[in-house]
């Protein structure tokens, strides 16, 4: 009798570790396949630098080595005023690409923007919409990745904004390294 008592508390035991490890796993999994879902999309950023001449730029990369499609890249210049240090924006730019190479960066001369920002504007990106080779929508903002997009996003940014044009087309170039 008492053998198949400690056999029976052996097996609850037992039975409960198992369940245990068996849900650990099982969160290890989810966050692994959602890890492996942010992969490709990880790898697209943006930036702004200067050229040789002082001339701001807006990099835009594909830094993963599958296609991304439906790019919808908002941007805006701001004029920096010295009275309180308030920017107010010179304009709203969307920019519609049917895709962007593997391992390719898009870059967009302040120079080459229409309606002739003074040389004292800034680019600052708003975000990047675009779905990667899976079918997945993703939207990267300077502070966050996040899928799905909520729709329309760059109307909640400053909708009372004007929008301008780019000169087309930008410059697309290849870049290493690449993963």
């Given at each position: 009798m008492i053998i198949g008592i400690l056999t029976?508390?052996?097996?609850?035991?037992?039975?409960?570790?198992?369940?245990?490890v068996s849900s650990d796993q099982l969160r290890q999994s989810k966050e692994d396949a959602r890890r492996a879902e942010r992969v490709q999309a990880s790898r697209i950023t943006f930036w702004t630098d200067e050229d040789a001449e002082g001339v701001q730029r807006l990099h835009l990369k594909n830094g993963s080595v599958d296609?991304?499609?439906?790019?919808?890249?908002?941007?805006?210049?701001?004029?920096?005023?010295?009275?309180?240090?308030?920017?107010?924006?010179?304009?709203r730019y969307m920019a519609l690409f049917s895709g962007l190479a593997p391992?390719?960066?898009?870059?967009?001369?302040?120079?080459?923007?229409?309606?002739?920002?003074?040389?004292?504007?800034?680019?600052?990106?708003?975000?990047?919409?675009?779905?990667?080779?899976?079918?997945?929508?993703w939207l990267r903002t300077p502070t966050d990745l996040a899928s799905p997009p909520k729709e329309p996003w760059w109307d909640e940014v400053h909708p009372k904004e004007h929008s301008g044009d780019l000169k087309w087309p930008p410059a697309v170039k290849p870049v290493a390294p690449c993963s």
């Open positions: 029976l508390l052996f097996t609850g035991v037992t039975t409960i570790f198992q369940a245990w296609p991304v499609s439906d790019v919808i890249l908002v941007f805006r210049v701001l004029r920096v005023v010295p009275i309180g240090g308030i920017r107010p924006w010179y304009g391992c390719s960066e898009l870059v967009i001369d302040k120079g080459k923007l229409t309606g002739k920002p003074p040389p004292d504007a800034q680019i600052a990106a708003v975000g990047v919409e675009f779905t990667d080779t899976n079918g997945t929508g």
